[in-house]
């Protein structure tokens, strides 16, 4: 990390802005920080933490100091800060929270803290910054820029005051502080606190530990005390259960003191229980022997409980056994005698089944010939309505063929004499007329056909018309086009001849636009000309006022310096100019010399003459740029006025659009000639197609009027007396119709009367098989289909009821049986007692069983808790051990605490650092020992330094060094602290070290040793700032910041490199 800036404003001892440029130490290396004391030397250092940290070290707590107390209200106060780390550079700017004017009205407001963070992105030349844009903005809220900072330095304040600000003292301090002192210190610098934390971690697990095992031991003791009322419960139950159920002797667990005799429902063989039933006490502390054995004393109990409960299921089993036999006994006996009445009532119906048995019989025989006689009504009824249709079909038929005009030529064997018409006559007579309608077939497509014929030569007498129209049409338009054509090429070459002025018009509109915006653009120039050399002479007034003012100013300070310095006498003081004491005769001030003049005033209109100068050169610059880009704007053309070259432009333009439209007309022209061209050439070619098409045309015509005279003739012989061929096939199609009417209702007729004869036979034999006199005396017996249903199932029922009796009454379990009912009474009372001993017998027995469970989970509850007490215990040992070491108690003899031990190894690598540089600077003679021996009196250890003298080769305490040896020593544990922290830090390179110690404690040598020590950190292109009255060092450093103080009170700086 380097500091390349520095500008302090209204800050501490500085109330004007102050720059400070670092980077130009950087060829000596090392340069000198000097002043009177109390100049604002550290005021510097001050300034530099203030802007990365937002915080100075000798003011902690009172930021509103920082504002120097010479500023006016409306002064600034601020320190901005460049710095460059990680090939980066950087800008912060901050300001602490003061007092300042309200912008209306009187009074003050607090302006509020303010910080701001740059990152440079681009570079001049010269490495100097080109303008604020170079810079990009990374943030501006003073919490944002603390944040940012951290990240960027990666070094805390306090770690930054060790490494690179090395203030006044600071190490002495250090060298001489006790261990917890030191401790402070290092631990503020290594970030060590995490160590304490786990010192704090360990300490609270091993309090918790603690506690966890005092609540695992009560948590043991409350499960005894539960397993305790658990065993004990079963005493008096056990007693119980075995009396309730009739148990005999051992079948429960009660004590002697709860025995109860069997009751009245057990057997003479039961005894009284006498067994005694021993509880065992929890013990003070519960261990593993007493819960195992309080888990067997239970099971003991559950099995003597089950075994009451399997005598008291079989007492129960055998009554239950009885109860059912004599049940089912009594149920056999009911269904027996249900039978035998059954029976006797089926029987007393047999009579009245056997009629309805006879008349089902007949109506089945019926039903067989009822078939038959609906064969015969249907055949009858059949016949009737063939013989109306035949009737209908002969007059249908009778009157076609009077009516007909063939019916005397075609039809005269069928209709002819008085002989009646047969099937047979009629079928041939259809054959004659079908064979007619054949012949007829082709000459009635040809009829069809006679108007297409007509209305197609029609429309070839129009297609030959009009093509004959077409062919006048081509002859006219191929006469008319040649002069057409001649015309177009005429006006053609008229519109090129007019196009070929395009391209010099084009160039003439381009040049009269660049003269046109030369034009504008020379008078608007014109305007800001005139406007600026106004603005010189202005700037020429101004400057020349204040170069007179500040003229004026001189003239009166020095008429007047030999007052001032007379008025500045005190007798007994020596003169600044002869330097003697006495001063007889001072000049006097009088009134011609006006107002003293002080040196701000001449600063100040200095100042403003150096404004006044400023400002004429630059309008000066600006008028002679105005001139330059005027002069290029007449000569590109700018001359003329605009609204001459306005009119020149609005002519080419014209021109312009006119050769534009010609050689639009031109490429117009060339594609109507070669249309007419391409015309002319196809109506030659139509005009021979449209004649060839006329005669195609004609021939077409009349093969169609030669097609339509034969058929006409066709057509005239086969139609007969009718007006048309198809007038003539539809009389013969009716006559072919109804005469197969009429064949098909007589052969109808024929076999209808056939069918009914048949039916009427079959009829006949039917009534014979079955025993029938007549139809009428099947229609009298036949039944519906729902009354043999009704009768059939009225004699199913009977027959299967009376089966059903019969096979019950045969049944063998039926057999044998008393005729006297059994009794159930007493059966069923033994059987609930058994139910009741059998019942009470498994209530104790879940009681038991339930106590049991609940044991079994309290029981692993606390073999689980035991395990884990003993693991807890092993890891509360352990921890106790660790807590204590790391607090530095027993077993801990060194006495030093966890974060100690760690910063002892900083401290060791520290004093390794710092030994190298000793060694140099005391030729040897010293280094710095770490001490961890164990301190009195309970003090912590682990963080002493002693001093280790080569002359005596024993190590004595630092307080024994004189001052010089005390600066070296501290000087080299200040470096080799700062070598240590920033490779802690990442590794940062420091190239950048402020020291701020006692160079004056030493003697000439020792001063030379540490120059020399301090020449060879330059290293690496290192800067080194030291802060110093010393003269010896000021003879040996050129290169020096230099604090002097105003005669107003506050701090100037001047550099020198």
Not at 813 to 839: C, I
Request: with cysteine; charged share 25%; glycine share 6%.
């Amino acid at each position: 990390m380097r500091i390349n800036r520095l500008t302090i404003a209204g800050f501490g001892p500085y109330k004007t802005a102050q720059h400070i440029d670092f980077d130009a130490f950087a060829d000596d290396g090392i340069f000198l920080i000097t002043g009177n004391t109390g100049a604002g030397k550290s005021s510097i250092l001050d300034a530099i933490c203030f802007a990365l940290y937002a915080s100075v070290p000798r003011y902690e707590g009172t930021q509103q100091q920082l504002r120097s107390d010479h500023c006016e209200p409306g002064d600034p106060t601020y320190v901005e800060l460049w710095f460059s780390t990680g090939g980066q550079n950087y800008r912060v700017r901050r300001s602490p929270d003061y007092e300042q004017p309200k912008k209306r009205g009187t009074g003050t407001t607090k302006k509020p803290a303010a910080a701001e963070l740059f990152i440079r992105v681009a570079e001049a030349s010269g490495g100097e910054l080109i303008d604020e844009s170079d810079w990009q903005g990374v943030a501006a809220i003073p919490r944002e820029v603390g944040i940012a900072l951290d990240g960027i330095l990666g070094l805390s304040k306090d770690q930054f005051l060790q490494v690179i600000l090395l203030a006044q003292n600071r190490f002495q301090k250090f060298l001489h502080s006790k261990n917890d002192e030191r401790q402070a210190v290092l631990q503020s610098l290594f970030g060590t606190r995490r160590f304490a934390d786990i010192e704090r971690a360990l300490v609270e697990r091993r309090k918790a530990l603690e506690v966890l095992q005092r609540e695992s031991a009560e948590h043991i003791a409350q499960l005894g005390s539960q397993v305790e009322a658990i065993v004990g419960a079963g005493a008096g139950a056990g007693a119980g259960a075995g009396a309730g159920a009739g148990a005999g002797a051992g079948a429960g667990a009660a004590s002697r003191d709860d025995t109860d005799s069997a009751d009245d429902g057990g057997t003479d063989d039961e005894a009284d229980t006498d067994d005694e039933v021993v509880i065992a006490a929890a013990p003070p502390v519960a261990d593993r022997g007493y819960f195992q054995s309080a888990l067997a004393e239970l099971v003991e109990q559950l099995d003597a409980a089950q075994h009451r409960v399997a005598e008291a299921d079989a007492r129960f089993a055998a009554a239950e056994a009885e109860l059912r036999e004599r049940e089912n006994t009594r149920r056999l006996q009911r269904r027996r005698d249900e039978a035998a009445q059954r029976l006797v009532e089926l029987r007393q119906n047999d009579e009245a089944i056997a009629d309805e048995r006879r008349r089902l019989e007949a109506a089945g025989r019926a039903e067989i010939v009822w078939a038959h006689v609906t064969a015969e009504s249907a055949a009858e009824q059949a016949l009737d309505r063939a013989a109306v249709d035949e009737k209908a079909a002969r007059t249908a038929y009778e009157e076609s063929v009077a009516l007909s005009s063939l019916a005397e030529k075609s039809l005269g064997r069928s209709t002819g004499g008085s002989s009646p018409v047969t099937p047979h006559a009629l079928a041939a007579t259809a054959a004659d007329i079908n064979r007619l309608l054949g012949g007829l077939d082709v000459v009635l497509s040809d009829e069809k056909r006679i108007p297409q014929l007509a209305k197609r030569i029609a429309e070839y007498d129009e297609t030959e018309a009009a093509r004959q129209a077409e062919l006048a049409e081509a002859s006219e338009r191929a006469r008319v086009l040649p002069s057409t054509i001649d015309e177009a090429l005429e006006k053609r070459n008229a519109a090129l001849l007019e196009a070929s002025a395009r391209t010099e018009a084009d160039e003439r509109v381009a040049r009269l636009r660049i003269a046109r915006q030369s034009a504008v653009l020379a008078a608007s120039l014109k305007s800001e000309l005139d406007e600026s050399r106004v603005v010189e002479k202005v700037r020429s007034s101004e400057n020349a006022e204040a170069a007179t003012l500040y003229d004026r100013l001189l003239t009166r300070r020095l008429d007047g310096h030999a007052a001032e310095l007379a008025s500045r006498l005190v007798d007994g003081e020596p003169c600044a100019v002869c330097g003697a004491t006495e001063h007889p005769n001072p000049t006097a001030w009088t009134a011609d010399l006006g107002e003293p003049v002080s040196d701000e005033q001449i600063d100040a209109q200095r100042t403003r003459l150096a404004h006044a100068g400023e400002a004429l050169v630059e309008a000066g610059l600006v008028v002679r740029d105005l001139v330059a880009r005027h002069a290029a704007a007449e000569a590109s053309g700018g001359a003329q006025a605009p609204a001459e070259i306005d009119e020149q432009l609005e002519v080419a333009q014209q021109a312009l659009a006119a050769a534009l439209a010609a050689e639009s007309s031109t490429r117009a022209l060339d594609a109507q000639i070669a249309t007419l061209r391409a015309e002319l050439e196809s109506i030659a070619s139509t005009a021979a197609e449209l004649t060839e098409a006329v005669q195609s045309t004609r021939d077409a015509r009349a093969s169609l009027v030669s097609q339509r005279s034969q058929i006409v003739e066709l057509v005239e012989q086969h139609r007969g007396d009718h007006s048309t061929v198809a007038e003539r096939a539809l009389e013969l199609q009716h006559l072919f119709a109804v005469t197969r009417e009429f064949e098909v209702a007589l052969l109808d007729h024929n076999d209808k009367q056939l069918a009914l004869d048949a039916a009427r036979q079959t009829l006949r034999q039917h009534l014979d098989e079955q025993g029938f006199a007549d139809k009428a005396e099947v229609a009298e017996l036949r039944l519906t289909t729902a009354e043999r249903a009704d009768t059939a199932s009225r004699i199913g029922t009977h027959d299967m009821a009376h089966a059903a009796v019969l096979a019950v009454l045969a049944e063998a379990e039926l057999q044998g049986l008393v005729d006297e009912p059994v009794e159930l009474e007493a059966a069923a009372e033994a059987r609930t007692m058994a139910g009741s001993d059998r019942d009470d017998a498994r209530v104790a027995a879940g009681s038991v069983a339930d106590r049991l469970g609940r044991l079994r989970t309290l029981v692993a509850e606390a073999l689980q808790r035991l395990d884990a007490s003993e693991e807890l215990l092993a890891e509360y040992e352990t921890m106790r051990s660790l807590a204590n070491t790391v607090e530095g108690a027993e077993p801990n003899t060194m006495r030093m605490r966890l974060e100690s031990y760690v910063l002892a190894a900083q401290l060791e690598e520290i004093i390794r650092a710092a030994n190298a540089r000793l060694a140099v600077m005391t030729g040897g003679r010293y280094s710095l020992e770490h001490d961890d021996s164990v301190q009195y009196r309970n003090t912590r250890s682990g963080l002493g330094i002693a001093i280790l003298d080569q002359h005596t080769g024993r190590a004595r305490a630092t307080h024994s060094l004189s001052g010089g040896e005390t600066f070296l020593a501290s000087l080299a544990l200040a470096l080799g602290l700062a070598e240590v922290v920033s490779n802690q830090a990442g590794g940062i390179t420091l190239d950048t070290l402020f020291i701020d110690e006692g160079f004056g404690s030493l003697d000439a040598d020792t001063l030379a040793i540490a120059m020399s020590t301090l020449d060879s950190l330059r290293s690496g292109g290192r800067t080194i700032g030291l802060i110093s009255h010393v003269e010896a060092m000021k003879e040996q450093i050129p290169s020096r910041l230099r604090i002097t103080v105003t005669p107003q009170g506050f701090s100037e700086i001047d550099q020198r490199s």
